[in-house]
């Protein structure tokens, strides 16, 4: 049997410039960090001929080509399986539609255990970028590349998206007092609300796509925000960062009219006066986690547990995706 893990993660600053959409014209900025909540995919070789697969549902067709679910199909394709006999089975620490760029870190393991499961090795920047061509090439999903690179980067981690459709990569360069503080600081907490990221992704898309002047100013503005959060994070200044935080989340909220909701608009509010110094939706936005620098961490917990939201507390990972067994 082989297992393999991927991380989920939280993005840090310039999300929403990693659609081919943007930096294919302007170039694309952000840094996003892994955490310890993960995907697990586990394969090995049944007794009988078939292909088997254990998710939110269950499969079993004879060949690759009949299988309903669109990741395992095209990945399995990619392998190009003359007799498959094969068994798959996935699980998650945190459900998919919550913002924690699940769908990258399931294609991620999956990648890496097909290959471990062929003795075979990659690369991370290899999985990365196999993994977007899966989601983005074949399947036209209107994502970004930050959830694959990410996940198999692991790590606090700056990404730059070229136009040619490259990818550079460098860790962050923080000091390690301010990692602490930043894994204290930081909160997540789950709004009841699970999305799929999908319609605001292609409003994003197909606006981008359009040259529409206000998504490109804002674009423009969140990669410069990126670059700030970046500079703010590696200079120690996590009060600065909270702050850049906030104003990320007051313009990408602008961004698309479902980004966010009364009672999301409620509990951010609650939260800005009740110690966080600044906080944003995680992921594409209209449901999944608020995420928040707290400045009175014990203050911040109270009032969103009396507001009734769930906490997951997490620390960052960095060995990205990974072969457990």
Not at 237 to 242: C, L, P, T
Request: contains cysteine; charged residues 25%; glycine residues 10%.
């Amino acid at each position: 049997m082989i297992i393999t893990r991927s991380p989920l993660r939280i993005s840090l600053g310039g999300g929403g410039t990693d659609l081919p959409s943007y930096y294919r014209k302007h170039e694309g900025f952000l840094i996003a960090g892994a955490i310890d909540k993960y995907v697990y995919v586990s394969i090995l070789r049944p007794f009988t001929e078939g292909i088997f697969l254990k998710y939110s549902q269950l499969e079993n067709v004879k060949r690759a080509e009949d299988i309903k679910h669109p990741i395992i199909r095209e990945a399995l394709l990619m392998q190009e399986l003359k007799t498959p006999q094969i068994e798959i089975t996935t699980i998650t620490d945190i459900p998919a539609g919550t913002g924690l760029g699940s769908s990258g870190s399931f294609t991620t393991a999956l990648i890496r255990a097909l290959y471990a499961h062929r003795k075979k090795h990659i690369l991370a920047e290899s999985l990365a970028e196999m993994a977007c061509h899966i989601e983005i090439d074949r399947l036209g999903e209107p994502v970004g590349k930050q959830d694959q690179y990410i996940a198999a980067f692991g790590g606090l981690t700056a990404f730059t998206f070229h136009k040619d459709d490259s990818v550079s990569s460098e860790p962050l360069k923080i000091p390690i007092e301010t990692v602490f503080n930043l894994e204290d600081g930081l909160l997540l907490f789950f709004t009841g609300f699970s999305r799929s990221a999908g319609s605001i992704l292609k409003d994003q898309h197909v606006r981008s796509q359009k040259n529409d002047s206000d998504m490109l100013d804002n674009l423009h503005y969140v990669k410069d925000l990126g670059y700030r959060s970046k500079e703010a994070l590696e200079g120690g200044d996590i009060e600065r960062f909270g702050k850049l935080m906030d104003e990320h989340w007051q313009h990408k909220r602008k961004r698309s009219h479902g980004m966010s909701n009364p009672e999301i608009d409620n509990w951010y509010g609650m939260a800005m006066d009740n110690g966080a110094v600044g906080g944003k939706l995680v992921g594409a936005g209209g449901g999944g986690f608020l995420m928040f620098l707290a400045r009175d961490t014990a203050l911040l917990r109270r009032a969103m547990n009396k507001a009734g939201l769930e906490e997951v507390r997490f620390r960052f990972d960095y060995e990205g995706t990974k072969v457990l067994l």
